[in-house]
């Protein structure tokens, strides 16, 4: 079976065809095929490291030492046992907000607290800056990270009384 050019020519094209389809098949499967995740599974984060290990979590209004036998000290009285405490801040986790929406919240932000994590093994403590919104918290990891959570004041800040 002898091809003319124009045979050849039609040949030619259904190859590369059929070549880019080959290399695009797998893109093609993970998109179709992929398990589905729920939206918020897909932008939830954490704020902290997932091996980090709290040493000291200083607050506006307490700090918080871990002791030699591992337990929780604070230097206020607080309505939540300290450990309590310390492990509500090790596992925060929230939705990522871009610097569009940053950008569009900077007006309506008011004054920052600020929390100073220190972790084991760091010579520096992570500094938070936490924004108290009317539905939710903004927290800046101190990395360029903005995190939005929905919690109630008195699960990142309970009211603290000072030690007699």
């Known amino acids: 079976m002898r091809l003319s050019r124009r045979g050849w020519n039609n040949v030619l094209i259904f190859a590369v065809i059929i070549f880019i389809a080959v290399l695009q098949l797998p893109t093609w ?36 030492v871990r002791d030699t036998a591992g337990g929780w000290a604070a230097d206020a009285s607080l309505p939540v046992p300290a450990a309590e405490l310390a492990a509500r801040w090790l596992r925060l986790a929230g939705t990522a907000v871009d610097e569009e929406m940053i950008a569009a919240l900077k007006p309506g932000l008011g004054a920052p ?16 800056t936490v924004y108290q ?3 939710f918290w903004l927290i800046n990891n101190g990395q360029g990270s903005w995190l939005a959570l929905s919690v109630e004041e ?11």
């Open 113 to 128: 607290r600020s929390v100073e994590v220190w972790l084991v093994g760091q010579i520096e403590p992570l500094r938070l």
């Open 29 to 64: 499967f993970k998109h179709y095929f992929q398990p589905v995740m729920a939206p918020e599974e897909q932008t939830l984060q954490h704020l902290l490291p997932a091996d980090a290990v709290l040493e000291r979590l200083n607050l506006p209004d307490v700090a918080l």
């Open 133 to 135: 919104l009317p539905q």
């Open 154 to 164: 008195g699960y990142l800040f309970p009211a603290a009384t000072p030690l007699s």
